[in-house]
């Protein structure tokens, strides 16, 4: 019988996560030395944005290069990733079960979001990888409910990892970049309040961020990038042991906090 793995959100940051894996990096490693192999792996990322959740079914999973701007030795890594057709067939009936709408996409590969973690965690891509999309104009409840959908993976050998950022705001990215050198207050003032409510279980209140939340339009002027969260959130079910198993800032304004939703 396989063991319970939980489900995780990483914060993937910018591409060069890939070339400088840092304090990040080196947590998220430990986080899967620290795992049972699993049999497949579940990967959600910002990066793939479709109408209705929709499930990768590619034997070999292409390496994709999806941003500019970046190092160029970026463009020569690759992550061999392999795929599962059992697997993945899996999580379609899981998320059907559910009620909500699926589809399959036969080519998609992985982005940035997916294989830069990856590559970090898992770097002789010996474990199937099954990536599945988010739906951005559902909002936060949308992710949740997709997240639920997977729960059941979660004790039969799956491990979710989602990956998005804690905070994500491109333009205040290129300003600290190129001209303000500082961290603005919200980017800790944000990560402060997600970890408090994620602490108490306050799942009312991390559904409602947009509202609640401290410098919340601010840290996602767009919200796909932290969406991956409420997927994991609710894949770990109700009375989820939470842990942050890394809390950082990079470039300034990237909040690079990870989580562990290991389900009870």
């Known amino acids: 019988m396989k063991q319970t793995l939980p489900a995780l959100f990483v914060s993937h940051g910018a591409p060069n996560l890939a070339l400088r894996p840092g304090a990040a990096g080196a947590a998220m490693a430990a986080e899967a030395r620290a795992l049972s192999l699993p049999r497949a792996i579940l990967i959600v990322s910002a990066h793939w944005e ?12 292409e390496t994709l290069h999806d941003f500019r701007g970046f190092a160029q030795e970026l463009h020569a890594l690759r992550y061999p990733a392999t795929g599962c057709r059992e697997a993945a067939n899996e999580v379609v009936s899981v998320i059907r079960a ?111 961020y947009r509202q609640q939340a401290p410098g919340a339009t601010q840290a996602h002027p767009q919200e796909e990038h932290l969406l991956p969260l409420f997927v994991a959130l609710g894949a770990s079910g109700d009375k989820a042991r939470i842990q942050r198993f890394h809390a950082g800032i990079d470039d300034y304004v990237i909040a690079m906090d990870s989580y562990s939703f290991l389900p009870q």
């Open 98 to 208: 559910a009620g909500l709408p699926v589809e399959i996409d036969a080519e998609r590969g992985l982005d940035h979001g997916a294989w830069i973690p990856l590559r970090i965690m898992f770097p002789d891509a010996e474990v199937p990888v099954i990536p599945v999309s988010i739906q951005s104009r559902g909002g936060p409840q949308q992710a949740y409910r997709l997240g639920q959908a997977l729960a059941p993976l979660t004790a039969k050998g799956f491990l979710v990892i989602a990956s998005g950022n804690l905070t994500h705001n491109l333009r205040d990215f290129q300003l600290a970049r190129s001209q303000v050198r500082q961290t603005p207050a919200y980017v800790r003032e944000f990560s402060d309040w997600m970890a408090s409510k994620l602490d108490a279980h306050d799942i009312p209140a991390l559904l409602d």
């Open 50 to 61: 479709t109408a209705v959740p929709t499930v990768g079914f590619a034997d070999r999973l």
